[in-house]
């Protein structure tokens, strides 16, 4: 017997309020895909935090990149550490420090806070970035979020490097600007990163005198953002903020990674 068209709709009403019953009742992790237990300490569940790979020293102070221990125990303990690369080029970015290596649950929890809309996500990773350059946030005297082309952040809704620097406790200053649009960095090598780079990054041209001169000129401050990958963007915001007078440029982003982001 063939069915009436009524059951059709009815059957079809009955699955689409299993979804969103399902949906409602039983919110997912955003990394695993497992049922939250705790749905209300936000959208990642226990497991996938505890799993998090943490970056621990021995690392270039400079640039962030992991050392061999040995490299660093054959020097002073109060001298700054610096890889074979730092030593060859002179560089804006004094100190850069990550958080988490990219791998694992981070990719899909950074996926979910950037193109999501997961704004609630800037907390916990907020909180790692605390935890990790509490040394490098002591002195400085504002952080500065990466930008993000206007056309990216209207699309996007927000710009997370500026809502993870509000997680940070220092005055957060948006001295910078994208001015045009560059080519995605995500699928370019190191080189080619920074030849996208250049001059991508200017003084932003409605940063006021005054707060130049309080939290710019001659202090120390602090880029932000969420994934370093080369450093090319790092290094061309670095440039742009000792244009301004910065005296000592610091990094700090919640995940580093040697492979491009996608
Ligand atoms: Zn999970
Ligand atoms: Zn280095």
Same mark, same amino acid.
């Given at each position: 017997m063939t069915p009436t068209p009524g059951l059709h709709v009815r059957a079809a009403c009955r699955t689409l309020l299993n979804a969103l019953q399902a949906a409602a009742l039983a919110p997912q992790c955003?990394? %695993?895909?497992?049922?939250?237990?705790?749905?209300l300490l936000g959208p990642v569940c226990q497991t996938c935090w505890a799993s998090l790979t943490h970056l621990i020293?021995?690392? %270039?102070?400079? %640039?962030g990149a992991p050392l061999p221990s040995a490299a660093v125990r054959a020097s002073a303990p109060d001298v700054a550490v610096r890889c074979s690369e730092c030593e060859r080029h002179e560089r804006a970015i004094g100190r850069t420090r990550a958080?988490?290596?990219?791998?694992g649950a981070l990719r899909p929890i950074i996926h979910a806070f950037k193109f999501e809309a997961r704004e609630s996500l800037a907390v916990p990773l907020g909180a790692r970035l605390r935890d990790c350059g509490g040394d490098l946030l002591a002195g400085a005297a504002c952080t500065v979020p990466v930008p993000l082309h206007l056309w990216r952040r209207v699309s996007r809704g927000f710009n997370q490097a500026e809502r993870l620097a509000h997680e940070l406790g220092l005055p957060v200053v948006?001295?910078?600007?994208?001015p045009h649009q560059t080519a995605p960095q995500s699928g370019l090598h190191a080189d080619a990163r920074q030849v996208n780079m250049r001059g991508a990054v200017a003084a932003a041209p409605w940063l006021r005198h005054a707060v130049r001169a309080r939290y710019l000129e001659g202090q120390a401050v602090v880029l932000v953002d969420d994934v370093r990958t080369t450093g090319a963007t790092l290094e061309a915001c670095a440039v742009a903020l000792k244009a301004l007078g910065v005296q000592e440029v610091r990094a700090l982003t919640v995940a580093r990674t040697s492979a491009p982001v996608r």
């Open positions: 955003v990394a %695993c895909h497992q049922p939250l237990e705790h749905p020293a021995p690392a %270039c102070d400079r %640039c958080a988490l290596e990219y791998v948006g001295a910078l600007w994208r």
